[in-house]
């Protein structure tokens, strides 16, 4: 062993391999002068070389020196995450209970978690020359690339043109028809000075107002909550927060919840701050993530827009970090590292010490007793920006109609006048597919998925059933294997089923359908929005994809097919997902000049809920949300951890977190503890195999986590090797 006046250095270092008995790191002995806390290092372990991450140096060490093995190298390059980040994951790890290895090389570029030294790059910068266009009148995608460059005079990245659908070899093509130069710039340059010939847009009374709140608390840690209603103009806010960063030379981070919103939330960030903004997304390419990593790690890029991955990026000097769509359930990752962006954002303004605000039409119950109980500043846009009005909503009594009627003969004859109007319409369900299932009209039989307790969902395009669960996919029978009867049919509707619908009705409208079987990548997404933006009367059908912050300022109506079907499940946020979703959609209309109206079809038209939402009234229903929560003790009142188990062999689920359960609630420190379970989940086979929950429901955050940390520990002395445990903290889902 070691005197404590051995001069020598030890390592702890994160390794991304699960370590015997739980352990959070290794210990090695250093020999470098290159060793220093966050700096990657080569490691032996076993007959392989990892790449782990320093996490903190000593000068002394309780274990046998003999038996310490040394780093085999440090690489010389920066530290890959600074002071700040190393406590923020070191926290994320302890909060969420997930080896902490694995999450620094979670957050880690993909490009640094080679055994290599970091590589180098240079990006290219466009900018537009001052020779004008002499093609063809029809090169759309050429004058749509010259167009984004003249209204981005300090240049666009290359990535950045990418997103917003422009190749590689149109620009190299633009360029050497001398239409655009490029600069190539070294990762390491200085941030670009922001141009003044950027669009400046005027904000209104109540953005103002909003906006000399924030600015007042740049500098210092601040939460904000922003509720501002649709089509507020919560986005102009942001960018002139942003504005305000850039003039204390500080950096600014934007969150938003979805691949597809980064394109357009791109274009009007980079419209109006005159400076080359930054991306950085899961669609990414390992080159284009690791220059993004370099730029905002060294500041040379100022502003950030990127998915909840983005939170895990190295600043130089952050000022700001903004969330959009706060409530989204996307800012959660669902599977391994089982982290909260939004959260995680909190903790890390407050560790950089910078302003964060967390924006929503319809804020999420965690964020809003926070602003209720004073721990977020809680401000409020409740006019629409251009003074249009707020749509109205009408209720659709479908009681009186037979389940096959999708849509009523009111709600058709409105769609028709709206149409007629050379107006645009949205019909939304979410559901996909033509069906949500397939059935024998003569016994009751209903296909069911092979490896999962699901039905398979009918297409047409191309026709066959598709289990959305485990993606399995199998021809559309035309005979029942119970009975061998032939009637045989799809029951239900989907998207693909009201399409067929409204191009019944409307055979000469153009028709858009927005979902994942029909948007398959950005490009299809450019193509099908550019329809709708020639403001054409069109039918545009789709799921939840229509909810995410999409601005058509021709659509007067909006039609939710099956409102019912938004509210009812045994998740206790059901009722809250619902409204969200109800209100983000309605949202969509009448955003332009042209008033809006939204038919909402329901079985259930007395229901208090949407009584409330007909009035916009989102606040005052999740203030009774709030007070239904608060009296079973629900979060946000209370702190919930969710243990799953999964198993080919659904008793070795039910075994095994029946022990769990009996081993919690014998510990003393954990009296007064709640659990339910064990509990099959709602869908209790997927991809065979079983899964079933305990939720574990604590007073505070203490009491859950002596919780994990006992779980942790049965967990660590399972044996059985084909059943496997894991813990979700502050789950989304709980069914």
Same mark, same amino acid.
């Given at each position: 062993?070691?005197?404590?006046?051995?001069?020598?250095?030890?390592?702890? +270092?994160?390794?991304?391999?699960?370590?015997?008995?739980?352990?959070?790191?290794?210990?090695?002995?250093?020999?470098?002068?290159?060793?220093?806390?966050?700096?990657?290092?080569?490691?032996?372990?076993?007959?392989?070389?990892?790449?782990?991450?320093?996490?903190?140096?000593?000068?002394?060490?309780?274990?046998?020196?003999?038996?310490?093995?040394?780093?085999?190298?440090?690489?010389? $390059?920066?530290?890959?995450?600074?002071?700040?980040?190393?406590?923020?994951?070191?926290?994320?790890?302890?909060?969420?209970?997930?080896?902490?290895?694995?999450?620094?090389?979670?957050? !880690?570029?993909?490009?640094?978690?080679?055994?290599?030294?970091?590589?180098?790059?240079?990006?290219?910068?466009?900018?537009?020359?001052?020779?004008?266009?002499?093609?063809?009148?029809?090169?759309?995608?050429?004058?749509?690339?010259?167009?984004?460059?003249?209204?981005?005079?300090?240049?666009?990245?290359?990535?950045?043109?990418?997103?917003?659908?422009?190749?590689?070899?149109?620009?190299?093509? !633009?360029?050497?028809?001398?239409?655009?130069?490029?600069?190539?710039?070294?990762?390491?340059?200085?941030?670009?000075?922001?141009?003044?010939?950027?669009?400046?847009?005027?904000?209104?009374? $109540?953005?103002?107002?909003?906006?000399?709140?924030?600015?007042?608390?740049?500098?210092?840690?601040?939460?904000?909550?922003?509720?501002?209603?649709?089509?507020?103009?919560k986005t102009e806010v942001y960018i002139a927060a942003v504005?305000?960063?850039?003039?204390?030379?500080?950096?600014?981070?934007?969150?938003?919840?979805?691949?597809?919103?980064?394109?357009?939330?791109?274009?009007?960030?980079?419209?109006?701050?005159?400076?080359?903004?930054?991306?950085?997304?899961?669609?990414?390419?390992?080159?284009?993530?690791?220059?993004?990593?370099?730029?905002?790690?060294?500041?040379?890029?100022?502003?950030?827009?990127?998915?909840?991955?983005?939170?895990?990026?190295?600043?130089?000097?952050?000022? !700001?970090?903004?969330?959009?769509?706060?409530?989204?359930?996307?800012?959660?990752?669902?599977?391994?590292?089982? &982290?909260?962006?939004?959260?995680?954002?909190?903790?890390? *303004?407050?560790?950089?010490?910078?302003?964060?605000?967390?924006?929503?039409?319809?804020?999420?119950?965690?964020?809003?007793?926070?602003?209720?109980?004073?721990?977020?500043?809680?401000?409020?846009?409740?006019?629409?920006?251009k003074k249009a009005a707020m749509p109205t909503i009408k209720?659709?009594?479908?009681?009186?109609?037979?389940?096959?009627?999708?849509?009523?003969?009111?709600?058709?004859?409105?769609?028709?006048?709206?149409?007629?109007?050379?107006?645009?319409? +949205?019909?939304?369900?979410?559901?996909?597919?033509?069906?949500?299932?397939?059935?024998?009209?003569?016994?009751?039989?209903?296909?069911?998925?092979?490896?999962?307790?699901?039905?398979?969902?009918?297409?047409?395009?191309?026709?066959?059933?598709?289990?959305?669960?485990?993606? &399995?996919?199998?021809?559309?029978?035309?005979?029942?294997?119970?009975?061998?009867?032939?009637?045989?049919?799809?029951?239900?509707?989907?998207?693909?089923?009201?399409?067929?619908?409204?191009?019944? &009705?409307?055979?000469?409208?153009?028709?858009?359908?927005?979902?994942?079987?029909?948007?398959?990548?950005?490009?299809?997404? $450019?193509?099908?929005?550019? +329809?709708? #933006?020639?403001?054409?009367?069109?039918?545009?059908?789709?799921?939840?994809?229509?909810?995410?912050?999409?601005?058509?300022?021709?659509?007067?109506?909006?039609?939710?097919?099956?409102?019912?079907?938004?509210?009812?499940?045994?998740?206790?946020?059901?009722?809250?997902?619902?409204?969200?979703?109800?209100?983000?959609?309605?949202?969509?209309?009448?955003?332009?000049?042209?008033?809006?109206?939204?038919?909402?079809?329901?079985?259930?038209?007395? #229901?208090?809920?949407?009584?409330?939402?007909?009035?916009?009234?989102?606040?005052?229903?999740?203030?009774?949300?709030?007070?239904?929560?608060?009296?079973?003790?629900?979060?946000?009142?209370?702190?919930?951890?969710?243990?799953?188990? $999964?198993?080919?062999?659904?008793?070795?689920?039910?075994?095994?977190? *029946?022990?769990?359960?009996?081993?919690?609630?014998?510990?003393?420190?954990?009296?007064?503890?709640?659990?339910?379970?064990?509990?099959?989940?709602?869908?209790?086979?997927?991809?065979?195999?079983?899964?079933?929950?305990?939720?574990?429901?604590?007073?505070?955050?203490?009491?859950?986590?002596?919780?994990?940390?006992?779980?942790?520990?049965?967990? #660590?002395?399972?044996?059985?090797?084909?059943?496997?445990?894991?813990?979700?903290?502050?789950p989304i889902e709980t069914n």
């Amino acid at each position: 062993m070691n005197s404590p006046n051995d001069s020598k250095l030890y390592a702890h +270092i994160a390794l991304p391999v699960p370590l015997i008995g739980g352990f959070d790191y290794i210990v090695t002995k250093v020999q470098t002068e290159h060793a220093v806390a966050g700096a990657r290092a080569l490691v032996p372990f076993g007959n392989r070389r990892l790449v782990g991450v320093v996490l903190e140096l000593k000068t002394r060490c309780d274990l046998d020196d003999a038996k310490l093995k040394p780093i085999d190298m440090i690489f010389t $390059e920066q530290p890959v995450f600074s002071s700040e980040m190393l406590t923020l994951l070191s926290w994320a790890a302890h909060y969420y209970s997930h080896p902490i290895g694995e999450v620094f090389s979670n957050a !880690l570029p993909s490009a640094l978690r080679k055994p290599k030294a970091a590589p180098t790059y240079t990006k290219s910068l466009w900018r537009r020359t001052r020779k004008a266009f002499e093609g063809r009148s029809n090169a759309h995608l050429q004058i749509a690339a010259l167009d984004a460059l003249e209204h981005s005079p300090s240049g666009l990245w290359d990535d950045a043109l990418r997103i917003m659908g422009f190749s590689t070899n149109l620009l190299r093509k !633009l360029e050497q028809q001398d239409y655009i130069e490029r600069e190539e710039n070294d990762l390491s340059s200085k941030a670009m000075q922001i141009s003044e010939d950027a669009h400046h847009y005027t904000l209104n009374e $109540e953005q103002a107002a909003t906006l000399t709140s924030i600015k007042a608390k740049l500098g210092r840690f601040s939460p904000h909550l922003l509720e501002g209603v649709t089509g507020s103009g919560k986005t102009e806010v942001y960018i002139a927060a942003v504005k305000e960063c850039l003039l204390l030379d500080k950096q600014a981070l934007v969150l938003v919840p979805e691949i597809n919103l980064t394109p357009q939330t791109f274009k009007r960030f980079q419209s109006q701050l005159g400076i080359p903004v930054a991306v950085y997304h899961s669609g990414m390419t390992e080159k284009e993530k690791f220059i993004t990593y370099q730029m905002l790690k060294t500041g040379q890029a100022k502003v950030l827009i990127g998915t909840r991955s983005a939170i895990f990026l190295s600043t130089q000097a952050l000022g !700001l970090i903004i969330v959009d769509e706060e409530h989204d359930s996307s800012y959660k990752q669902s599977d391994n590292f089982k &982290y909260s962006a939004r959260d995680l954002a909190v903790k890390r *303004a407050q560790l950089e010490d910078c302003a964060i605000v967390l924006g929503s039409a319809t804020p999420s119950s965690d964020s809003l007793l926070n602003a209720q109980q004073g721990r977020f500043d809680w401000l409020t846009l409740n006019q629409r920006a251009k003074k249009a009005a707020m749509p109205t909503i009408k209720l659709e009594d479908m009681r009186a109609l037979t389940s096959k009627d999708i849509l009523s003969p009111r709600t058709l004859a409105k769609i028709k006048t709206q149409i007629d109007q050379g107006n645009q319409v +949205i019909v939304f369900h979410n559901r996909r597919g033509l069906a949500p299932s397939l059935m024998c009209f003569d016994c009751g039989w209903i296909y069911q998925c092979p490896n999962c307790d699901a039905r398979a969902t009918v297409h047409q395009r191309p026709a066959r059933l598709h289990c959305h669960h485990c993606d &399995y996919k199998s021809p559309i029978v035309g005979s029942c294997p119970q009975c061998k009867g032939t009637n045989v049919n799809a029951v239900g509707a989907g998207t693909e089923r009201i399409e067929q619908i409204l191009h019944y &009705y409307f055979p000469n409208t153009d028709l858009v359908r927005l979902d994942r079987d029909e948007i398959k990548n950005q490009a299809d997404l $450019e193509q099908a929005t550019s +329809i709708i #933006h020639q403001g054409q009367p069109c039918l545009i059908v789709g799921t939840q994809m229509i909810v995410k912050g999409h601005d058509f300022p021709d659509v007067t109506l909006v039609v939710v097919v099956d409102a019912d079907g938004l509210f009812f499940s045994s998740d206790f946020r059901a009722m809250e997902k619902g409204a969200q979703q109800l209100l983000q959609v309605a949202g969509r209309a009448g955003r332009g000049d042209k008033k809006g109206e939204v038919t909402i079809q329901t079985r259930q038209p007395e #229901h208090p809920l949407l009584e409330l939402l007909k009035q916009h009234q989102y606040t005052n229903f999740m203030q009774n949300e709030l007070r239904e929560r608060e009296l079973c003790a629900l979060p946000p009142f209370s702190k919930l951890a969710t243990i799953r188990a $999964e198993s080919v062999d659904a008793g070795r689920c039910e075994q095994a977190l *029946a022990q769990l359960k009996g081993c919690l609630n014998s510990t003393k420190e954990l009296a007064g503890i709640c659990i339910a379970g064990p509990l099959s989940a709602a869908i209790s086979r997927k991809q065979n195999r079983y899964r079933y929950y305990l939720h574990v429901f604590a007073e505070n955050n203490k009491q859950r986590f002596i919780a994990q940390h006992y779980t942790l520990h049965f967990i #660590h002395q399972l044996k059985q090797r084909d059943l496997r445990l894991s813990i979700d903290v502050d789950p989304i889902e709980t069914n």
